[in-house]
């Protein structure tokens, strides 16, 4: 089974308890996604422009799902 993609807004910061990251989740960049491709590309290039260090992107995290033939699927990240 393969999951379901969900609405996420890149600009929404998540944080954990007992943790200094922030994170920051895209909806994704899916083939032929221009609109998405483009939101990533704006956040990316407003981060790189910010002067705090607290504030600028550290680590860009990219996940995909990979399908065996042996029906079972998995998340590389």
């Known amino acids: ?5 969900g609405e996420h807004d890149i600009e929404y ?8 990251f922030i994170f ?10 221009e609109d998405e491709l483009k939101a ?3 956040f990316i290039q407003k981060r790189e422009q910010l002067v705090d260090l607290k ?13 065996l033939q042996i029906d079972t699927t ?3 990240c």
Do not use: C
């Open 1 to 5: 089974m393969i999951p379901q993609r």
């Open 13 to 20: 910061q998540l944080t954990f308890s007992g943790s200094n």
């Open 24 to 33: 920051h989740d895209s909806r994704g960049i899916e083939a032929g996604s």
């Open 40 to 42: 990533v590309k704006e």
């Open 55 to 67: 504030d600028q992107l550290h680590v860009i995290w990219y996940s995909f799902l990979v399908s």
């Open 74 to 76: 998995y998340f590389i």
